[in-house]
């Protein structure tokens, strides 16, 4: 017997506002936008405690550093007054943890033999997939701001750790995508929306 009723979050997920926009608006439904002060010329600021939690690895972005890079890439969206900077603070701490384990990880095994001589994923691996997922909820909210209120048509940086995690498909490897462990959002033109793009 059904109970409980519907699950937070389930149904089709509603189309970015440059998507809608793009296509004309085809629900011919008003289209709702967040309307706060600030528009694009405000800019967020790492907070100082990011620096505190930093270790210097060669090669490694620093937490700043992610989150000024997150920082120039959601710009061209006009959306940054909406994020809260603790929310873009929280992605670039989880993402700086998650390039860390990764960091580690390379330097030790991802499976190894438990007692009853199983070959079995190690604990190191297990953690390092557990901040995976927390990279996508520190994320999520962050992008599903940028979604609903960005007129200029942007890709979304996480897309393919989402599609692994949440659909269980695995990474494609292509030209301009970064390999697992490396730290890189391209350049974001967030040119407006064209008729019939996607």
Same mark, same amino acid.
Request: aromatic share 8%; net charge positive; hydrophobic share 35%.
């Given at each position: 017997?059904?109970?409980?009723?519907? !699950?937070?979050? $389930?149904? !089709?997920?509603?189309?970015?506002?440059?998507?809608?926009?793009?296509?004309?608006?085809?629900?011919?439904?008003?289209l709702?936008?967040m309307?706060?002060?600030? =528009?694009?010329?405000?800019?967020?600021?790492?907070?100082?405690?990011?620096?505190?939690?930093?270790?210097?690895?060669?090669?490694?972005?620093?937490?700043?550093?992610?989150?000024?890079? @997150?920082?120039?890439?959601? $710009?061209?969206?006009? &959306?940054?007054?909406?994020?809260?900077?603790?929310?873009?603070?929280?992605?670039?701490? $989880?993402?700086?943890?998650?390039? &860390?384990?990764?960091?580690?990880?390379?330097?030790? #095994?991802?499976?190894?033999?438990?007692?009853?001589?199983?070959?079995?994923? @190690?604990?190191? #691996?297990?953690?390092?997939?557990?901040?995976?997922?927390?990279?996508?909820?520190?994320?999520?909210? /962050?992008?599903?701001?940028v979604?609903?209120?960005?007129?200029?048509? /942007?890709?979304?940086?996480?897309?393919?750790?989402?599609?692994? /995690?949440?659909? =269980?498909?695995? !990474?494609?490897?292509?030209?301009?995508?970064?390999?697992?462990?490396?730290?890189?959002?391209?350049?974001?033109?967030?040119?407006?929306?064209?008729?019939?793009?996607?």
């Amino acid at each position: 017997m059904p109970s409980g009723g519907a !699950r937070k979050g $389930a149904g !089709r997920k509603p189309k970015p506002l440059a998507e809608k926009l793009a296509a004309g608006n085809p629900g011919h439904r008003p289209l709702k936008k967040m309307e706060f002060s600030g =528009g694009d010329t405000y800019r967020p600021t790492a907070p100082d405690y990011l620096k505190i939690m930093e270790r210097q690895i060669v090669g490694i972005p620093t937490p700043t550093e992610i989150f000024n890079q @997150t920082v120039d890439y959601l $710009a061209p969206s006009d &959306c940054l007054h909406l994020i809260a900077t603790a929310l873009l603070a929280d992605y670039a701490l $989880a993402k700086y943890y998650l390039i &860390c384990a990764q960091f580690e990880l390379s330097k030790t #095994a991802t499976v190894s033999y438990n007692d009853k001589k199983q070959l079995v994923i @190690t604990d190191f #691996a297990e953690a390092m997939l557990k901040m995976q997922k927390n990279v996508i909820a520190t994320w999520s909210p /962050i992008w599903d701001i940028v979604a609903k209120n960005s007129e200029k048509l /942007i890709s979304n940086p996480e897309k393919d750790l989402m599609a692994v /995690i949440f659909a =269980g498909r695995s !990474r494609r490897k292509s030209k301009g995508v970064p390999p697992d462990g490396e730290y890189a959002f391209g350049e974001n033109s967030g040119n407006p929306a064209e008729p019939g793009e996607v």
